[in-house]
Structures are given as C-alpha cells and as structure tokens.
C-alpha cells in the first residue's frame, strides 16, 4: 500500500515536473519579447506627443526595462533611461549589437535578439526598431529587458517540486496509513472470517469495525453467518424429530407384527385388532412423512405455488362431501354455511391442505360434542374462512405457540396430537398466500381457525 502511494506520489511529481519545465522552456522568453513588443508600440503611439519621453521613462519603469534612442550618424543618445553616462556606457555597449545597423537593414528596421549573462544566471532581450529617418540618419529605439535564465528558473523550479514532493509524501504516507487503518485491516479481517464461514463455522462473529461500506458488508455477513447457523440448527432439530416420530410408530408396527407372529395369528378377531393398529400407525408414518416433505419443501423454498382463480365454495363443498362420506354412521356433524360464490386467487391444492389441517384438528379435538361448523362468508373483497369446533379449546398460554413447529399439547392426555406440524405448515401457506389467520379459543368452549384471502372477480 505504502509502495504504491509513495509511487503514485513519484509518478505525478515527475509528471508535473516535465509539464513545468516544458511549459516554461516554450513560452518564457517569447512572451516577454511579445511584452516588449507590446510595450514599443505603446510607446510609439506618443511619438509626435511632447510628453514623448516622459511617458517613456513610465513605460521602462513600469515594464521593468531599459530604453535608449540612438542617431545613426552622429551615434548621439538621444534619450536614456539611464541617467549616469558611465553606466550607461557600460550597460548598453555590453548590449547593443557593433553593427546593430546593419542588422536592422537585414530585417526591415526591427530586430530582436538575446545577450547572455552567465555570471548572474540571467539573460538580456534587446529589441531594436528604426523610429524616423532625419535627413538620411536614422534614430534607433532600443529596448532591453534582463530576464532570469530559464535554465536557473528551472533550478530554481525544481527545488520547490522537490520540496512539494517531499511534504506530499509525507501526507501520502499519512493516508495510505489511515486508509490501511480504516479500509484494508478491516477488510483482510472480513475476508479471514468470511473464509472460516465458507468452512463452516457458522459461530463466527463479524465485528463493527472499519468505514461504512465495510461495516455494512461486514452486517451483511453477520446476518448470513447467523441465518446458516439457524438452518443447521432446523436441519439438525429436523433430522432429531424425524428420527425421534419415526421410530414410535415403527416400534409399535414391530410389536404388533410379533404379536400376530406369536399370538393372534390363528386367532382372527384378535389377528384384525392387531392389523388394525398396525394399519393405524402406518397411516400417522405416512401423514408424518408427508408433514416432514412439505415443511422441507417450503422452509427450503421449493415449493411450487400454482396460483389461480378458483371458487372457495366449490371447494369447501367437496371438503364437506368427503368428511360427511367419512362419518356416515358415527354420528358426527358438520353445519357448512357457505357463501354461494367465494372466487380466490390462490394454489388450490396448498389451501385445501390449510383447511384439511383444520377440519382433521377440529375432528381429533371434538371428543365430547362431535360437530363442526364451518363458515365460508365473501365480504367487501375479503373471502373468510371459519372452522369452529366445541372441543377442549386451548390455554391462553399455548394459543401463541400453537403455529410453531412441533408444538403440540394433549388436551386430553388420549394422544391425539401428531406431529406438531401441521398449524405450521398451515401458517407457512397462507403466508405464501398473504393471508391473514388466526384462532379464537376459549378452554371448555371449543376453538375457531379461521383465515382471510383476497377475493377476486
Ligand atoms: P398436531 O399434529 O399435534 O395436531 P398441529 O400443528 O396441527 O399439530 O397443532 C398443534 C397443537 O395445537 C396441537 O397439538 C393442539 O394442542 C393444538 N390444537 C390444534 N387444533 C386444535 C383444536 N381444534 N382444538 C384444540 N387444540 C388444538
């Protein structure tokens, strides 16, 4: 990290660097000859003025330059900038080319060239330009400007970049440290955690550390460490109860099996009891199997939902057939009182096993006051669903839990619970379904299950 920013920093020092100095190199020294032009002209526009030579010497102080008109033939200064004659003798014959007239004739009366001066790092621009011709002897107006040589300045230039550069390291070695603080120890951490979670420790813990995009991959991560620790469990608890439920039924199958082996075989009525209970405990296996694939299906997400519209009534009415069918002779009552039309958009099938669930639960639940009522009313776009019966009813205490997964309390103490899945499963579709559901229960009056779906046209 440190590498790359001090690198980085290296990199676009150098390039700021050659941008400078190419920069300068170009354009220095031409555009203070074109400011020298410039300031001629000017000059030149107060020719005939006879404020002529003071607004010279305010063009040279302001341009911070020297300024002298010469005559050709007599080589008299006709003005100077410079006021002492000694140094201006010196100053100007050191910068005024011998045959400077010649040069002009060469290059149409104006002519601009350097003189170098080594010793002060610096060099001279002179510009020369013919002003008027007097009676065949020309007057010459010479402007010079000393300007810092470009290859100094660049010295100069560059022990600043070189400065700049050392202070922007030290700022880029201050945050690559802060951004390794904040941004990458985080992350390596995150990344060291996440591999233990891909390896299946799921008790692994993300902490709140780093900047906000890390903290919220790091929630992100928690979230799913403490999902797949909740699906292990429910595979874990999942395989504990199928386990646990399968094997009393298979007791008991073997148990009957050996009583006919050993006792009842050649006697009939007591050979079709022991049949009878086997033919029992193989019918609970196979509601229990059932339950344990439809729970598996939906918490796994798997489940095919086959929404479409269908009439509740219609439905109700084959419930109420099949369960009238089932209790012909042992006197057992069902009142339906079902709207005419009931036109859901719902998986028929998952919805007949909602109310499956309910009408088998208020069956095993009626012992004493064998009966049913079962309401089916379509209001006000809400098509509602009652299975009431007069059983037991259930304690305050249990109504919460009775939709969770194998909860299940015996009323009667007679075995009628089974697997405690079936209010689950049932809770699970109607959620698929977005309906609402619920039970009201009072102890020694009995319960009513009752679930809400939308209705349609
Ligand atoms: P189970 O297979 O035990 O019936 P459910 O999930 O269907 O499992 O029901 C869970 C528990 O809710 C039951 O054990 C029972 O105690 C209670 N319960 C359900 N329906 C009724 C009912 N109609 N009357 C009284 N208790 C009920």
Redesign the pocket.
Known sequence: MWISFTALTALITILFWLILSSSVRLNYTNENIEDIDRMMWQAMEQYTSDEFYEHLSVIASGGNCLIQILDEKTGEVLYSTVDSEEKEQDIFSYLIEKNIFELLDDNGGEYTYRVENASENSEWVVHAMVIANVEGSRQVMIFCKSLISVDHLLVMFGRRVIYAFIVILLIASFLSYMITRVITKPIHRLTEKAGKLAEGDYDVTFSDEGCYEVRKLSDTLGLAAKEFNETEQMRREFIANISHDMRTPLTVIKMYTEMIQTMSGDNPQKRAVHLERIQSEVDKMS?LIT?FMDLAKLQSGVFQVEKKRFDLSVLIQDVVATFEMRHQQDGFIIEAKVAEHAFVCADQKLIYRVIE??M???E???VNEKKIELMLTSEKNIVRLE?K?Y????EKE?LAY????Y?????YGNN???????????SQILKIHDAKYG?E?EVGQ??T?WFELEAVE
Do not use: Q
Not at 407 to 411: H, L, Q, S
């Open positions: 509601t339950d669930n309910f088998t639960n208020a095993k639940f009626s299975v019966d059983g037991p009813g259930i249990h009775i939709w969770d997964r909860y299940k309390v015996d009323p009628k619970t089974g697997t405690g899945l079936g209010l689950n499963i049932a039970v229960s009995g319960s299950f």
